[in-house]
């Protein structure tokens, strides 16, 4: 078993405290917006406009991520109403839908289509998830279930969100592999999911399998037949990016986002 016993607190400047999971948020902000800037090279996307829909994405995407984190705890929090403004918890799948509403409305009033500004996002999206894992697994939120695994990892400080003393399934880590093999399947089928939006449904079905498999072994309260939130959300996304990309597929589309090279 691994014992882990990090403050979930990197620094503190002045009376702010600056968290692990903010830095690696940060840093997966910043992969995301790597890959996707090498993919706008494969369009004619003006430096002014990418950066401009990464702000409206960012700004969006952090409000959708808390909002959601803040519901799917809403009985942590209206207890403790003033931790709603703190930057102690985020989720993904809110992140996910507030970042798309962003790029939705941006691509209104701006080219390539929001099919394409998908694509070039989705390229990076799953490693830059990966590397978030990172500080969830330091600041022991998405903690996973009790086990006898020899892999579990048990929380030993204090101020971590995760029970203390108890073994438990290393759930962060499990998403984080998951990211990194969804990235890898999205780099190798890039150049054959050639059809504006495509690449991006693949990342969203196989994100949503993984996610809502994993999520039987993360700590979570269960609303319908036993499943959690995020998973009935994931299982929709999951069965509506199957079907339109399976009709995408059939029926076919001859707008392009990715160009050869050379």
Request: proline share 6%; hydrophobic share 55%; charged share 10%.
């Amino acid at each position: 078993m691994l014992t882990l016993d990090v403050d979930p607190i990197a620094f503190v400047l002045g009376p702010v405290a600056v968290p692990w999971y903010a830095i690696t948020l940060v840093a997966a902000i910043a992969v995301v917006l790597v890959i996707a800037r090498h993919e706008t090279r494969r369009l004619p996307v003006r430096s002014t406009s990418f950066y401009l829909a990464a702000l409206w994405m960012i700004v969006a995407g952090l409000l959708g991520a808390r909002l959601a984190h803040v519901v799917d705890w809403w009985e942590y929090y209206s207890a403790q109403p003033a931790r709603i403004l703190r930057l102690e918890g985020w989720a993904i799948h809110g992140a996910i839908l507030g970042a798309l509403f962003a790029l939705w409305l941006y691509a209104r009033v701006s080219r390539p289509s929001f099919g394409s500004w998908c694509d070039i996002v989705a390229a990076g999206a799953p490693l830059g998830q990966a590397v978030g894992r990172v500080g969830c697994l330091i600041q022991g939120c998405c903690y996973g279930l009790p086990t006898s695994l020899p892999w579990a990892i048990v929380y030993a400080h204090p101020d971590s969100y995760a029970p203390q003393g108890e073994p438990l399934h290393p759930a962060q880590l499990y998403f984080l592999l998951w990211n990194l093999v969804v990235f890898g399947a999205l780099q190798r089928w890039k150049g054959r999911l050639t059809q504006a939006g495509n690449l991006f449904l693949a990342y969203l079905a196989l994100y949503a399998a993984g996610d809502f498999a994993l999520r039987f072994l993360r700590r979570g309260d269960p609303v319908v037949l036993g499943l959690q939130q995020p998973q009935i959300i994931g299982l929709v996304v999951l069965i509506a990016a199957v079907v339109i990309l399976a009709g995408r597929t059939l029926r076919g589309n001859t707008e392009r986002v990715w160009r050869p090279q050379g």
